[in-house]
């Protein structure tokens, strides 16, 4: 596949409308007028259709130490593990991933004591008006749209010259090189499972390139309590990930992701030490349909916060968004085929929209 390597990332992405913080909102009850909590509530959240909680079904949980283990018999087991939670969930998690302990904890408490700063200071890296790296909320793209009770750090991490220090937080002195490790790490974990995926998808060795996602950006959430309406708001709206593949490290120990699953609400709680994963627009659009990304949501706790960390992994610019032509030389293509830069437009240009990316690159919607 051709590629044409831009030197650094665009600044033409379209950026979000400024919103009020969330995290100080929240620290001052005085601040939370009827007025402003009308742009927060959400009417739908009423009669919500959750999951059971004697269901009897789990999120897969995937074994990473078995997947790569040559001589063990237990490897075709996982990978059939993997490709069963690939195509029937979109969503998993994966244990003995191989990141080191103290490079999550480094990264953990980095972003609890970025978090903790003084407003003043976290604005040190406020996003700039028209572009989307830094700190502030995204997606916000009119005045009568609803807000989501979030505030994040959004950072390009990968490759590393489209890096920009400026929005790199210098505070704590930690931040900057517990990010870059945390980033590699991620990097490499999602390339692991790629490869194994695109084994499970029949893809030749030497094309398992075309699925490699070289760019990375890292959004860290800190979704505040919500004492007086925490079931009225929601921490993150619902969506697909456009990106190719998420791997999500979940901070605190207060539960908020659920997935869309049989148009029910299903709750995840990660286990200790695992990472969430799961399959976004891109990696749909890729494999024809054969994975799916999935629509999930974050929900709020009463009395405490919650941060996580979303790692998204996807195509660098110059590649194309459409079916492998691995894939659709068998089978009709469901997708259209746009430009990595083409598709970033399309998606920074709207509001999050349930899986609305997935509806505009459909050849027959
Ligand atoms: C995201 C996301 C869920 C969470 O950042 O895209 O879905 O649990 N986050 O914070
Ligand atoms: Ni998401």
Redesign the pocket.
């Known amino acids: 596949m051709e590629t044409t390597e831009l030197k650094e990332r665009p600044r033409n992405l379209g950026g979000s409308m400024k919103t009020p913080n969330v995290q100080a909102l929240a620290a001052d009850e005085k601040k939370l007028t009827v007025e402003i909590m009308e742009r927060y509530i959400r009417p739908e959240m009423n009669g919500d259709d959750m999951f059971s909680d004697d269901s009897s079904e789990d999120i897969p949980v995937i074994d990473m130490n078995r997947l790569m283990d040559e001589m063990s018999m237990s490897r075709e087991e996982e990978a059939s593990k993997l490709k069963h939670a690939c195509e029937e969930w979109g969503f998993f998690q994966i244990v003995n991933h191989g990141v080191p302990e103290k490079v999550i904890e480094a990264m953990k408490d980095n972003i609890k004591g970025f978090f903790g700063l003084s407003l003043e200071k976290k604005e040190e890296v406020a996003q700039l008006p028209g572009d989307l790296e830094g700190y502030g909320q995204a997606f916000v793209q009119s005045e009568e749209q609803k807000l989501d009770w ?1 505030d ?1 750090l959004f950072i390009f991490t990968q490759p590393p010259h489209f890096r920009n220090f400026k929005h790199w937080p210098a505070q704590p002195p930690t931040f900057r090189d517990s990010l870059e490790s945390y980033s590699r790490e991620l990097q490499k974990v999602a390339h692991s499972i790629l490869g194994f995926m695109a084994t499970n998808l029949g893809i030749n060795r030497e094309k398992i390139s075309e699925l490699l996602f070289e760019s990375q950006t890292v ?1 860290m ?1 800190y ?1 505040p309590p919500c004492a007086n309406a925490h079931d009225k708001v929601v ?2 709206t619902p ?1 697909s ?1 456009p990106g190719g593949l ?1 791997l ?1 490290l ?1 901070v605190s120990s207060v539960a ?2 659920q997935i869309r699953r049989n148009g029910k609400w299903f709750p ?1 709680m990660p286990l200790p030490g695992a990472l ?1 994963v ?1 399959i976004g627009d891109i990696l749909e659009i890729l494999t024809n349909g054969r994975y799916k990304s999935i629509e ?3 929900v709020i706790n009463a009395k405490e916060e ?1 941060i ?1 960390i ?1 790692a ?1 992994h996807s195509l660098i610019l110059g590649k194309t968004v459409g079916p492998l032509a691995e894939i659709v030389d068998k089978e009709m293509p469901l997708y259209k085929s746009l430009s990595m830069q083409e598709y970033m437009k399309l998606v920074l240009f709207q509001k999050l929209n349930g899986k609305g990316i997935i509806e505009l690159m459909k050849l027959n919607p």
């Open positions: 979030v994040m959004r959430n979704y921490g993150l969506h990930d998420t999500l979940q908020g992701l995840i969430v799961n999930h949501r974050a919650r996580s979303a998204f």
